[in-house]
């Protein structure tokens, strides 16, 4: 392997800034890696060579000029739910095979002003539907760390780009995991702002209210010069936050002294297996060891996340993707009135998953169901914002695990609802629009695999969280103790 | 909550997707799984908690009523299935009488 593509974005953007290596050379650097893995990962839906040596050629122009740039020639993977002026962009799905962004997300055009180099456009679970991208209707992704595994999802073309070498910084989305499942299956961070914190305008929508665009990076510092770059309000999405931002890069800690940091008693990791249970007993007592006192908290509607989440995220989709209609842009078949066209249109574009939520959706919105399904849900999800206020009375975070499992085989989950198990962990953090993140803990499994310990924070707590990840991650360096098998 | 059969057709009908034989049998179970999943909802005594949206600092949000420049429109009309001049063209809505 070529040594630039190991370096971290950090690494990269100091070295670019001061001349040792140009963007230009950097992105052929990582190009090259791309040609020789690619083809057998498939991380890429599409790749963008004259895209990134021309976006290198301008940061390299700006260096010359006397610019420093926070992320001068940093090669970027961009999910494919995000619009890039120019490129197809396909959210993984047939009705959107050959659709051509017209403009670009805010999140990307942050990166790309501040010197980040698109490499190409990755693949996840159509429309964000998924924990695998198995639900991916243009191609297959597999973990480089056992290539008969998952990558784990949404944003597993992201998660598996980043952990290949193949960029250094990944863009993905969470709605209720898909950052941070991913993060953990690849054994790198994946981190989720607190809802509103970057900007939507760009971004696919799956489920408005939870959808949140994140960094997938090898480290915790370049998680934070990824969310530094990419988080304030844009005029252009109503719901991002307008408020300050404080920049987290240069608040990493090298300890947890006067933390005090949550342990939530519902979530009983014994439940996952003596050895699982070893391990994040293991991370706490780590977290302990770095100065932080662990107390224990409680989330009593914690065992009602998934119910919540299968509620809200399908009805919000199913209104969503009201739009793909064959008529303004996508997949059209044609039918003997506007009424089959619609039918038809939808039926051949939507891949099973899709159609499952946005029927589960429908149905969930429909007369006489309402207020059953969808304002009980609405409901719920304020008790999980309280409780988590109630829980973080007693603590600053709360660790937990990212996922329930290590990346598992492909189609191993052969029933719908064992997939949405996954997201156990995460989906309440969402439901309440925390910051949450994961990162590496240790390996599990036979083989051994990746595994992520989560860290939440309260709202607008990204600071906090970042700094408190980055001294697990300096003291414990778990990531390094495995090697891509690419 | 609601515990009758699904008519899956109907729904799938609401939402404008074709089903096939195959589709509807298999979503009509899915469907009834899943809605016996999410019922536990009904264990928790919501009476007097009031519904949330979004978490995050909900409030209305305005802008004054200003021109501004959108997309070119030949190159939104450039990714339409079907166009006619500066129009998207759909099939016959408003049947012949």
């Known amino acids: 392997m070529n040594e630039p593509v190991t370096r971290s ?26 040609d020789e893995v690619d083809d057998r990962l498939g991380c890429y839906l599409t790749r963008l060579h004259e895209l990134a040596l021309d976006c290198a050629q301008r940061v390299d122009r700006r260096i010359a000029a006397g610019e420093s740039l926070s992320l001068a020639g940093v090669p970027v993977a961009v999910k494919d739910n995000m619009c890039l002026t120019g490129t197809r962009t396909t959210a993984a799905s047939k009705i959107l095979e050959n659709w051509i962004a017209p403009y670009t997300a805010t999140a990307v055009q942050r990166i790309l002003d501040a010197g980040g180099v698109p490499i190409g456009k990755t693949n996840l679970d159509e429309f964000a539907m998924g924990s695998s991208c198995e639900n991916s209707a243009l ?9 008969s595994r998952v990558p784990g999802g949404s944003s597993g073309g992201s998660a598996a780009a980043v952990a290949s070498f ?12 898909s950052i941070r499942e991913p993060g953990a299956f690849c054994n790198i961070v994946g981190f989720k702002p607190t809802y509103g914190r970057v900007s939507r305008y760009g971004l696919i929508a799956f489920a408005s209210s939870l959808d949140q665009i994140g960094p997938l990076t090898r480290t915790i510092e370049d998680a934070a010069l990824a969310y530094d770059v990419m988080a304030g309000h844009d005029p252009r999405d109503s719901t991002s936050i307008n408020r300050a931002v404080e920049p987290a890069s240069n608040a990493l800690r090298e300890d947890l002294k ?21 391990l994040y007993k293991r991370a706490y007592r780590e977290l302990a060891e770095l100065g932080a006192e662990i107390v224990d908290v409680s989330l009593p509607t914690a065992d009602y996340g998934l119910a919540t989440y299968y509620l809200i995220a399908p009805a919000e989709c199913s209104s969503n993707l009201a739009r793909f209609d064959g008529v ?10 506007v009424g089959q066209m619609y039918e038809r249109t939808r039926a051949a574009g939507f891949g099973s998953e899709v159609k499952r939520r946005i029927l589960i959706g429908t149905y969930a919105l429909s007369s006489g169901y309402y ?10 999800r304020t008790m999980f914002a309280q409780d988590f206020r109630t829980a973080f009375e007693r603590c600053d975070l709360i660790a937990a695990p990212a996922a329930s499992s290590p990346a598992f085989e492909f189609n191993s989950k052969s029933d719908p609802y064992s997939m949405y198990m996954m997201d156990y962990y995460t989906i309440p953090m969402s439901l309440a629009g925390l910051p949450a993140l994961s990162v590496p803990c240790g390996y ?20 906090k969280l970042l700094g408190a990840a980055h001294a697990y991650e300096r003291a414990t360096k778990y990531a390094s103790k495995a090697a891509v098998a690419v | 909550m609601a515990s009758e059969k699904i008519d899956v057709r109907y729904v799938a009908k609401l939402a404008r997707i074709a089903l096939s034989e195959e589709e509807a049998v298999r979503f009509g179970k899915q469907l009834a799984d899943l809605l016996e999943h999410v019922n536990v909802l009904s264990e928790l005594e919501t009476a007097s908690v009031p519904a949330t949206a979004q978490v995050v600092e909900s409030r209305n949000v305005e802008r004054s009523d200003e021109v501004t420049p959108c997309l070119d429109r030949e190159t939104v009309l450039a990714m339409a299935p079907q166009r006619q001049g500066a129009f998207f063209r759909v099939p016959k809505i408003i049947p012949e009488s």
């Open chain 1, 328 to 337: 303004r842009y996508g997949l059209r078949v044609e039918g003997d009135d």
């Open chain 1, 371 to 380: 207020d059953a399904y969808y304002v009980k849900a609405q409901k719920a």
């Open chain 1, 139 to 147: 191609g297959v992704t597999r973990n480089p760390y056992d290539l």
């Open chain 1, 444 to 463: 599990a499994g036979t083989p051994q695999l990746p595994m992520g310990l989560q860290l939440t924070a309260p709202l607008f707590e990204e600071v």
């Open chain 1, 258 to 278: 006067g933390l005090r940091i949550g342990v939530v008693k519902e979530f009983v990791t014994a439940k996952l297996g003596p050895e699982i249970d070893a």
């Open chain 1, 166 to 177: 193949q960029a250094a910084i990944g863009l993905g989305s969470d709605t209720g995991g």
């Open chain 1, 9 to 34: 974005a950090a690494q990269i953007a100091r070295d670019v800034n001061g001349k040792s290596i140009s963007a230009r050379e950097m992105t052929q650097a990582v190009l090259q890696r791309v």
